[in-house]
């Protein structure tokens, strides 16, 4: 009786110890937990991500999140003034000051705004949002109406902020170089440093102005994925990039002007067109030489194509030719001026008629082009 006495007392306290090992185990590996957990966040420089009740359409149960879910980086943020006014909301206020003093009213949420085919309301934190490191600034934030999303839809939208500047009867604006998503977990966006504090509240910024008035608002935009597209290139290899022109009989020539045969390269028809006379500034007094389009090529009105080429008179002694360059945007034949270009003083008439020079023998003027480059492009839908 006695041993089964003392069995049963030893079983107890055996089990008593095991409890209390077991609780303080767990409360051990909980603590273990939750301060790696927080040195974690600490030297990693983590920003909390869970910011409750912000979004003014959230349910109770429901748990909002930060203003972004990325850093912003100086190079993505873009301020600037501008004159227009916001376009898809506008809310001014002229007790700022109260708001600036109060302990409790942290913030002012818009009525309701349509914007990009939903619903939304514009948040503004006089002393800043201080769950989203804005503690110090003026903080501006969208929140969208999450009651018309489905669990898994997203809304990708631009945001550009405004704050009305009396001083220089402008606004400023300030936006991020990349879109936003929304969704019906992530409601609000913004910034929660948009000005510090203490520049908007002195009047002599213009932020604050009156008194207490001031003005904000914010354009929210639907960035749509082009339909219309066009894919520009340029060729610079051609199987004969070159064309001579032999023109006889050149001293006797009396119209004003001649074309070469239709050559084509780089899937283009060309003409040489030369002025005997000259034309423009080297008329009588040098022979002008063009390369342009033949008029029976295709163009779309708002169509050009870059040419890279040299125009040459050949010298027919083995001495050095006379070259110049083109490297200029050619127009549509029909389409306004740049269908051709060249030059008005390509060769003077004093170097034409001097035979030792070699540029013209036996009453031959031999002209060359070699193209070097042509550009194309492609339209989408074409």
């Given at each position: 009786m006695s041993n089964h006495y003392t069995n049963t007392a030893s079983t107890v306290l055996l089990l008593f110890?095991?409890?209390?090992?077991?609780a303080s185990s767990s409360s051990f590996i909980r603590q273990y937990t939750d301060d790696s957990n927080t040195n974690f966040q600490e030297e990693n420089g983590a920003v909390p991500d869970a910011?409750?009740?912000?979004?003014?359409?959230?349910?109770?149960?429901?748990?909002?999140?930060?203003?972004?879910?990325?850093?912003?980086?100086?190079?993505n943020t873009v301020k600037g003034l501008r004159d227009r006014p916001p376009s898809s909301y506008s809310l001014k206020m002229e007790s700022f000051n109260?708001?600036?003093?109060?302990?409790?009213?942290?913030?002012?949420?818009?009525?309701?705004?349509?914007?990009a085919g939903y619903k939304w309301t514009l948040i503004v934190y006089p002393n800043g949002n201080k769950n989203d490191n804005g503690a110090g600034?003026?903080?501006?934030?969208?929140?969208?109406?999450?009651?018309?999303?489905?669990?898994?839809?997203?809304?990708?939208?631009?945001?550009?902020?405004?704050?009305?500047?009396?001083?220089?009867?402008?606004?400023?604006?300030?936006?991020d170089t990349d879109g936003w998503r929304?969704?019906?977990?992530?409601?609000?966006?913004?910034?929660?440093?948009?000005?510090?504090?203490?520049t908007f509240k002195d009047s002599?910024?213009?932020?604050?102005?009156?008194?207490?008035?001031?003005?904000?608002?914010?354009?929210?935009?639907?960035?749509?994925?082009?339909?219309?597209?066009?894919?520009?290139?340029v060729t610079d290899k051609f199987y004969n990039p070159k064309y001579t022109w032999s023109i006889q009989k050149f001293s006797t020539l009396l119209e004003d002007s001649y074309y070469s045969d239709v050559f084509s390269i780089g899937g283009r028809r060309w003409n040489i067109k030369v002025y005997p006379g000259g034309s423009a500034t080297g008329k009588g007094k040098a022979v002008s030489i063009f390369l342009i389009l033949n008029a029976n090529e295709?163009?779309?009105?708002?169509?050009?194509?870059?040419?890279?080429?040299?125009?040459?008179?050949?010298?027919?002694?083995?001495?050095?030719?006379?070259?110049?360059?083109?490297?200029n945007w050619y127009n549509g034949p029909g389409y306004g001026d740049g269908s051709g270009?060249?030059?008005?003083?390509?060769?003077?008439?004093?170097?034409?008629?001097?035979?030792?020079?070699?540029?013209?023998?036996?009453?031959?003027?031999?002209?060359?082009?070699?193209?070097?480059?042509?550009s194309s492009t492609k339209y989408f839908p074409s």
């Open positions: 110890f095991l409890f209390i090992s077991s910011i409750q009740g912000e979004a003014h359409y959230l349910r109770q149960h429901e748990q909002e999140i930060s203003s972004r879910d990325y850093k912003l980086s100086v190079s109260t708001l600036l003093k109060s302990t409790n009213a942290d913030k002012y949420v818009s009525r309701p705004f349509s914007a600034f003026l903080s501006l934030y969208v929140a969208i109406d999450n009651s018309t999303l489905s669990p898994h839809q997203e809304v990708f939208v631009d945001l550009r902020f405004y704050v009305f500047n009396r001083v220089e009867k402008k606004y400023l604006t300030i936006q929304f969704s019906y977990f992530k409601t609000m966006w913004g910034f929660s440093q948009v000005l510090p504090v203490n002599n910024n213009g932020y604050l102005y009156d008194g207490d008035h001031c003005e904000f608002g914010v354009d929210v935009t639907t960035p749509t994925v082009f339909k219309e597209s066009e894919l520009f290139t295709k163009f779309r009105p708002y169509e050009k194509i870059y040419v890279g080429a040299k125009l040459r008179v050949l010298n027919q002694r083995n001495f050095k030719n006379i070259e110049k360059q083109i490297d270009w060249g030059y008005n003083e390509f060769i003077p008439f004093s170097d034409l008629k001097d035979s030792s020079k070699g540029f013209l023998v036996n009453d031959v003027l031999m002209v060359q082009v070699e193209i070097e480059a042509i």
